[in-house]
């Protein structure tokens, strides 16, 4: 076996990025489907028997872990090159989610409601804790309890099931869901599961992200009843049985990965268009980054951001949409060491989640944290030095300031970019920077 195929044939979870540095991002970059719309239309397909197409698939690793472990139940999954899934759950060979799976991809969590509506049990592996802080699934179990299931934990997974005699007979029944705070993918197993749940099911204090949208528009598509996504209180009437999709459901752009281009141009000092990007989604981003100085257009192909010269400092808060996204917040403090002044930002979602600061710190940031609060003052000259990655954003953050450090940035573990980045290096690259991916 030469290296070449031996190179081939192992997982490239060593894998490096190279940059060199500095550059100023230029031109247009095509941005892929939503990877966090994408998983849950994905496990949208366990709900029926019939053909489920989704388009606009981004291939990133987290898409293929959810394609595993929809296939490992006996879903056909028939993915094509232009990003077209095609899959079928006629018939299911098991209702179990293994740790194996579910410890790579906290999201997995979201075959639980589709698992358990249909076909009246489910088995899933605990997720267990996270580079990002403990993230309980808690009030996903509690919501489904509300709607009748019962749930055990037994030997590090949840089981969960629904009773087959008696009034309940094998069906989840609607209930009001109040989650004491706005949970993404809680809000969309629970309407995973209120879709096939007989009577109304409303959720109160719902995550009000376009992604939880988006699964709306699929599910009505397949013939559910669902109203008010978008908004904080979403109702749903369970239906008999729902149907696969007439047309292709197209899955919207990653307004995430759209952001971290765009902060990529506002950090360069450069000029790059995010082509069909939507503005709506990435308002309070958008904001901030004008608020540094950076000139943000809307334009018939995307959305356009003009990094400014010398960017001005200033402060954030995450909170769930339409609030500035904790998922941005890594790639704003990157820009924030090269402005002008202090910023100060404050991490509301999950704790523990700057962990990109020390490693920023070794480039030549200057960043102290509090808590939850992160002071970054600026500008400081950043020069190129080995880093590693800790978790899927962290990781854009530290390529970021990779492309304004002097010298070379070497990125260790870069799986974690892998996961929810399609082609980074390739589109960098598109836009003038200098990446190399090589074997660690
Ligand atoms: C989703 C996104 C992730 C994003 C996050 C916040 C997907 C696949 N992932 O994650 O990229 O960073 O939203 O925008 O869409 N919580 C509980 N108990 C629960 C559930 C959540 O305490 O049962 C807490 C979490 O710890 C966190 C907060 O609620 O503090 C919000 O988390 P949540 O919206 O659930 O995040 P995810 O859906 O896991």
């Not at 190179?7 to 979870?13: C, F, G, K, M, V």
């Not at 339409?322 to 941005?328: A, E, I, Q, S």
């Not at 200057?366 to 190129?384: K, M, N, Y």
């Not at 080995?386 to 070497?410: F, K, N």
Request: glycine share 10%; charged share 20%.
């Amino acid at each position: 076996m030469t290296e070449g195929t031996l190179r081939r044939t192992l997982p490239p979870a060593l894998d490096e990025f190279l940059i060199e540095g500095p550059c100023r991002l230029h031109g247009k970059v095509a941005i892929s489907g939503a990877k966090n719309a994408a998983l849950p239309a994905l496990a949208a397909s366990l709900l029926t028997g019939e053909t489920v197409t989704l388009a606009n698939v981004p291939a990133v690793a987290d898409i293929r872990t959810m394609g595993k472990l929809l296939a490992g139940m006996g879903v056909s999954v028939d993915r094509h090159p232009d990003g077209t899934v095609v899959l079928c759950a006629s018939e299911l060979s098991s209702t179990e989610a293994s740790y194996d799976l579910v410890r790579t991809m906290r999201a997995a969590i979201l075959v639980l409601g589709p698992l358990l509506t249909r076909f009246g049990e489910a088995w899933v592996s605990l997720p267990g804790g996270c580079a990002i802080g403990v993230r309980p699934v808690d009030l996903h179990l509690k919501a489904f309890e509300a709607m009748g299931a019962r749930i055990a934990v037994e030997k590090g997974y949840i089981h969960a099931h629904i009773s087959r005699v008696g009034p309940q007979a094998g069906r989840l029944k609607g209930a009001t869901i109040a989650f004491p705070m706005p949970t993404v993918t809680g809000t969309e197993n629970v309407m995973l599961a209120a879709v096939l749940a007989r009577g109304i099911t409303r959720i109160e204090n719902a995550a009000r992200e376009p992604e939880v949208e988006d699964l709306a528009r699929l599910l009505t598509s397949m013939g559910a009843s669902v109203e008010g996504a978008g908004s904080s209180t979403i109702t749903i009437e369970g239906v008999e049985s729902l149907c696969g999709t007439a047309e292709a459901h197209g899955i919207i752009p990653d307004r995430i990965e759209a952001g971290t281009y765009l902060a990529a141009a506002a950090l360069t000092g450069g000029d790059v268009t995010a082509l069909d990007a939507r503005p709506e989604h990435l308002a309070a981003f958008l904001n901030a980054l004008a608020e540094t100085g950076a000139s943000v257009t809307s334009t018939s192909e995307g959305v356009r951001v003009q990094g400014a010269e010398k960017p001005r400092a200033h402060d954030i808060v995450t909170a769930p949409h339409p609030g500035f996204p904790t998922d941005l917040q890594a790639q704003f403090m990157a820009l924030s060491t090269q402005a002008e002044g202090t910023s100060r930002i404050v991490e509301t979602i999950f704790e523990n989640r700057y962990l990109h600061a020390i490693e920023l710190a070794r480039l030549g940031a200057d960043i102290t944290i509090d808590g939850a609060t992160a002071i970054v003052r600026g500008p400081r000259r950043l020069e190129g030095a080995p880093v590693t990655a800790s978790d899927l954003r962290a990781s854009a953050a530290l390529v970021l300031a990779g492309l304004r450090a002097e010298g070379e940035t070497r990125v260790r573990r870069i799986y974690h970019l892998d996961r929810g980045y399609s082609g980074m290096a390739e589109k960098l690259n598109g836009l003038g920077a200098r990446v190399k991916r090589v074997a660690g």
